[in-house]
């Protein structure tokens, strides 16, 4: 009964259909059917039938008539596809509006349900039927066709419903490939929502009744079968959705029967205990037909099923639309929970399994959510062990999935799986699955989160910390030490901050016992049993400060979340309180903590951290001040113990946050700092005074150059947030400074910074130091000298009369010289790597080593590209960035592309010059690097590399063709300029030594309009003089770039005229350019070369107006282009020779103009549509 497609069709539009219901030639009008007569040939008399066809459905549809007003107009719905695409009354009534009319009359009511599944596929046709009893067997399975008739221009589609054969006709319609079922909208939506509601309801409503009769049920399903084996989208789609929806609610009611088939079978014998010997019972009986009536109906309900499953599902759950296979997936999945005892087995599991692979994540995440809500239930979990095996490997390697929904559910599923079943997930597959609390994508790391917490961290049993004193500990100290193993074990220390974020909604609670975490760093050995190691105290003090900003910012890390999200007002007030318990907390415990850890430089620098999630109005108001002074004398004392750059830097930044002049303690804070300065100072100028009396020997003393050292350090770290200017740092700096470029060996690094007001002196002395021995000295005068030209160059676009005088020698032409050299030698300059035999750790530190390095090139040549963009230095510069684009992409790829980006957006004609520039300085290169006597090597490395350039030059453009033409239109220019630049001999038959580059911008050529394309053709052909001069294998680069400008185009005639020189183009090779009318129509084509200009000459002349509109807005585009790109019109061509050959050419080239305008008619019209 399935129809067999013979051949592709075109989707179906979306209107209603027009309806012809036609029966058997015994049926009458007058018994509510439609006849249609063999003899009835005259198409009035078919008119009059078919009006009698409409005239009956509509009054056997009056009772559902659903008005709606729309556009001032009220509109009726008749048909069932209008009642529920409105959705006005409630789906049941609608059903027993259907049921009664069915009660009826059923055939003209099936014919209605049938039109409404042919409309819901948004066919815009006609239906009509004929009765399957008047036909031989041998001309049913001839009509079971889908075919198309040329003639007409209509798609047949003829298909077994039984007792008929459907005949659907609709208009090919190409352009149209939209649906109800595919449309978006909250209309769309509920229409799709309310098509699943109305066939539900369906079946609920006839299971009592209609259901069984042998022939609703056989009819609906051979129509949704023989729809869904159709070649056409919308059909295959709209019913197989109706198919699994149907199926649904007929397990539905299979469950049910099944469940009142039990209770008859124990009322029958419950009943038959009961009576005593051969004596017959009424009710024994009446027990015994309602249990044979229900397993005669179960029986039936069966047979629906599996013709349902055979005939739509086995062919559907495969198709090639992962809409269909999407939706065969879920339903399958709503069957297996809702009757387990049928369809929970291996013959339907496993088609899940099976669509675990697929290509498409919509279906594969239909599978996961699925198996999620089977997991879930511990009474299926035993059944599955069989799929659990097949597929359990499949499953625990899709959290790598490249969609992140789908990787989301699967870790979801894991940890179903891990919790229903048991030792179902190795040690190892736990311990890959944990690691996913890493990852940047919070969604997948909140579901590993999961995972890990409750397998690791939320044991049953586990018993609180028993409170010491009067602290009460909430949160379990077994717990806190199993996640501080695991941060270790997990080798990924600098991610802690992911790690409590993945966390946090599940074990936020346990996060936030602060109480218990510093109490377990307090202890001693001697108070309990085992006390922390110091790997263990340095991890929870890391986690310690995570837990701190996650719960003061609210908000992921860096790197996870495109954004701060935005509270709400409860999440607002969480965070309040939070800020509150941190507060209150660390105040009275952090000096303790300072004091026990103060030589520990990486336990310290995390601790210094904490204050500034403070709410320091809380000193005031809970007369904590003697807190604040321990705090301080702690800072204090580090700052003295230390010289790590980190320790004082977050010693200063703490001081810097203490001292808010809004808040009360400022006073307090104030007064410290000045006095922890004033001791810093004193130091300093004691060693620099004891050093600058013994001058001569000051290299033999290397202790009180270390001592120095320290003082600088400690002075530099708080004058990077505090302002220092009333102890004169500059005068001392300044002298060591001259000292070091005398005699070097002096601490220079931390100098600079004190020298940063004094920029004139300044920035000779960090010119001086681009070359200093020390890589640290010679990189932080670089980015210093890039700051500080950045900030000069913002103040002089703000009229500053001081920037402006500064300005006077910044930046000079040998500044930028050094600038650009310092970036070629120190960041694109490859070292040499030694090859040396490492052990396992040595590679690891080497590993970690070339990290570091990678990151600081890269903070240099962001600092340089900003001069770049900021026009603080030429725009011209970049081109020597560019070169190094490919060979480092995956190093400074994204720096160079954001630096191409930003000198585009702000000067589109200079960054195409930039880039034009770069490839000719590349080309130069090479043609220096080739012999003389030989020509350029088109297949060598460096002509490769240059091609491979300019094509990803190109790619940055994009798409949108239009917003870059300038751009593109100046490269191909300055291009063609270069190309043909130096070329002797004033016929031009001389060969150019730079024409192989036109190989290279040949690139660029698919980001030019059509239109532009013309007008760069006759740009290149002014160039040359005469076609006879382009033969031999040295002219290939001008004929590829030509090639490449007449890609798919039909336009020789346009620039040579009748000349036929260019033939080595291979014309015949080119494919004909689609061509498009003003009107929309599609002239015929010819099936021969010869004849290949019939259909252009042919449409001219039946649509002359069309191409009289056609020249004028050729004219129009020609004069557009022209004022858009004037560097490239006719008027604005400057030939580098011949100009006297040129003069005597003009007129024939007006000619030829003329003759392209005509040739080019059609042509432009399809290009302006197109573009």
């Known amino acids: 009964m399935i129809a067999e497609p013979n051949t592709a069709c075109n989707l179906p539009s979306q209107k209603e259909n027009a309806v012809c219901d036609e029966t058997a030639p015994g049926s009458a009008v007058q018994n509510g059917t439609c006849v249609r007569n063999g003899n009835l040939k005259t198409p009035r008399e078919k008119r009059k039938v078919r009006e009698q066809c409409e005239n009956i459905r509509r009054n056997s549809s009056s009772s559902r008539r659903v008005s709606q007003l729309q556009n001032g107009e009220v509109i009726e719905a008749v048909t069932l596809f209008e009642v529920v695409s409105m959705g006005k009354r409630a789906m049941q009534s609608v059903v027993d509006d259907w049921v009664e009319a069915y009660k009826q009359d059923r055939n003209v009511a099936l014919l209605d349900l049938i039109n409404f599944f042919i409309q819901c596929s948004g066919c815009q046709g006609m239906v009509t039927a004929e009765m399957f009893q008047s036909l031989h067997e041998k001309d049913v399975m001839r009509k079971m066709t889908e075919t198309f008739d040329e003639e007409t221009g209509l798609q047949y589609k003829k298909f077994m419903a039984y007792p008929w054969i459907l005949t659907v006709t609709w208009p090919v319609d190409m352009d149209n490939e939209d649906y109800p079922l595919i449309r978006t909208g909250p209309y769309w939506k509920k229409f799709k929502a309310n098509f699943c509601e109305f066939i539900a309801v369906l079946v609920q409503q006839c299971q009592c009744s209609i259901l069984y009769d042998s022939y609703l049920m056989d009819t609906v399903i051979s129509l949704l079968t023989g729809l869904a084996d159709s070649m056409v989208r919308a059909f295959r789609h709209t019913s197989t959705l109706a198919a699994m929806k149907l199926l649904t609610a007929v397990v539905s009611v299979h469950l049910n029967l099944d469940v009142n088939k039990h209770n008859a079978q124990r009322l029958y014998e419950v009943e038959k205990k009961r009576i005593s010997g051969k004596r017959t019972s009424y009710r024994l009986e009446q027990l015994e037909r309602k249990r044979k009536e229900y397993e005669h109906k179960l029986l039936d309900i ?277 800020c509150t318990k941190i507060t209150e ?358 002509f490769a590399n240059m091609k491979e350039l300019a094509r990803r030059f190109s790619l940055t453009f994009g798409w949108d063709q239009v917003k870059s033409r300038e751009s593109v239109a100046m490269i191909h220019k300055e291009g063609i300029e270069f190309a043909f630049q130096g070329a002797t001999g004033g016929d031009g038959r001389w060969l150019p030594p730079n024409l192989s580059f036109l190989a290279i911008i040949s690139e660029f050529s698919n980001k030019l309009l059509k239109p532009d394309k013309r007008l760069v053709c006759a740009y290149l052909q002014r160039y040359i003089a005469e076609p006879l001069s382009c033969r031999g294998d040295e002219w290939q680069p001008l004929i590829w770039y030509r090639n490449s400008l007449l890609a798919n185009e039909e336009e020789e005639s346009c620039i040579l005229g009748s000349s036929g020189e260019w033939s080595l183009m291979g014309t015949s090779k080119m494919p004909s350019f689609k061509r498009k009318l003003s009107n929309g129509s599609l002239p015929e084509t010819s099936k021969t070369e010869a004849a290949s200009k019939a259909p252009d000459l042919q449409c001219a002349s039946q649509l002359p107006s069309a191409a009289g509109k056609s020249r004028k807005r050729l004219k129009s585009r020609e004069m557009h282009l022209q004022e858009h790109l004037p560097f490239l019109s006719p008027g604005g061509l400057q030939r580098k020779y011949c100009k006297e050959e040129i003069k005597t050419e003009d007129a024939s080239e007006e000619r030829q103009a003329e003759d392209t305008i005509e040739d080019v008619d059609v042509d432009v019209v399809g290009a302006d549509q197109d573009s």
């Open 302 to 578: 069966q047979n629906m099923m599996n013709a349902i499953f055979k005939g739509t599902f086995l062919t559907r759950y495969r198709d090639v639309i992962p809409e269909i296979r999407a939706t065969c997936i879920e339903e399958i999945c709503n069957w297996i929970k809702t009757y387990p005892d049928a369809f929970l087995n291996d013959s339907y599991l496993k088609y899940i399994g099976w669509m675990l692979y697929d290509k498409q994540a919509e279906v594969r995440l239909k599978c996961l959510l699925g198996l999620q809500g089977i997991y879930s239930r511990k009474d299926l979990v035993s059944r599955m062990d069989l799929f659990t095996s097949r597929f359990k490997e499949r499953i625990v390697s899709m959290p790598l999935d490249k969609d992140h929904e789908v990787a989301v559910q699967a870790m979801k599923l894991l940890m179903l799986m891990s919790q229903n079943c048991e030792d179902i997930l190795s040690a190892e597959d736990c311990e890959m699955l944990s690691q996913f609390v890493y990852t940047t994508h919070r969604p997948l790391a909140v579901a590993a989160g999961e995972f890990l917490y409750k397998r690791l961290l939320s044991h049953e049993g586990d018993k609180e910390v028993q409170p010491k004193g009067e602290v009460k500990i909430g949160a379990s100290a077994d717990q806190l030490k199993r996640l501080i193993r695991f941060f270790l074990e997990s080798e990924l220390h600098k991610h802690v901050a992911y790690l409590i974020d993945s966390l946090w909604d599940w074990a936020g609670k346990f996060l936030k016992d602060w109480e218990c975490m510093t109490s377990l760093l307090l202890e001693n050995a001697d108070e309990d049993g085992e006390a922390l190691s110091d790997a263990h105290q340095s991890a929870l003090i890391e986690i310690i400060l995570a837990t701190v900003r996650e719960a003061a910012e609210g908000h992921p890390p860096v790197g996870r979340g495109a954004a701060k999200k935005i509270l709400s007002v409860k999440e607002k007030k969480i965070q309040l309180e939070d």
């Open 585 to 942: 907390h660390f105040i009275v415990v952090l000096p303790e903590l300072l004091a026990k850890y103060s030589t520990d430089v990486q336990k310290v620098t995390n601790l210094l951290q904490i204050p500034q999630y403070y709410d320091l109005d809380v000193y005031s108001t809970g007369h904590l001040e003697k807190h604040l002074d321990a705090l301080l004398r702690e800072i204090k004392d580090i700052v003295a113990k230390h010289s790590d750059i980190s320790v004082l830097e977050a010693s200063s930044r703490t001081y810097c946050i203490l001292c808010n002049e809004e808040i009360a303690i400022y006073s307090q804070v104030d007064q410290a700092r000045t006095q922890l300065i004033d001791e810093l100072m004193e130091e300093l100028n004691q060693l620099l005074g004891s050093f600058w009396q013994k001058e001569e020997v000051f290299c033999t003393d290397a202790a009180e150059i270390s001592r120095i050292h320290s003082a600088l350090r400690r002075v530099a770290a708080f004058h990077n947030a505090h302002d220092l200017t009333k102890w004169n740092l500059y005068d001392k700096t300044l002298r060591l400074l001259v000292f070091e470029m005398e005699h070097g060996n002096l601490p220079v690094l931390e100098t600079i910074f004190a020298l940063r007001r004094e920029l004139r002196r300044f920035s000779q002395i960090c010119m001086s130091f681009l070359h200093h021995k020390e890589k640290d000295v010679r990189e932080k005068a670089f980015m210093i000298l890039c700051d500080w030209l950045l900030i000069l160059s913002h103040r002089d676009s703000n009229n500053n009369e001081e920037a402006v005088e500064l300005l006077d020698c910044l930046p000079s032409t040998s500044l930028q010289e050094k600038l650009l050299l310092f970036i070629q030698e120190h960041v694109f300059m490859e070292e040499e790597e030694e090859s040396k035999d490492m052990t396992e750790e040595e590679e690891r530190k080497d590993e970690s080593c070339k990290l570091d390095d990678l990151h600081e090139k890269r903070s240099l040549l962001a600092a340089y590209c900003k001069l770049i963009v900021y026009n603080v230095v030429e725009m011209t510069a970049a081109a020597e960035i560019y070169k190094y684009y490919v060979k480092t992409y995956n190093d400074f790829g994204d720096i160079i592309k954001e630096t191409l980006s930003k000198t585009r957006h702000s000067n589109k004609i200079q960054s195409a010059k930039t880039l034009i520039l770069c490839l000719q300085q590349l080309f130069q290169t090479h043609i220096g690097s080739q012999e003389s006597s030989s020509g350029v090597d088109f297949s060598s490395a460096s």
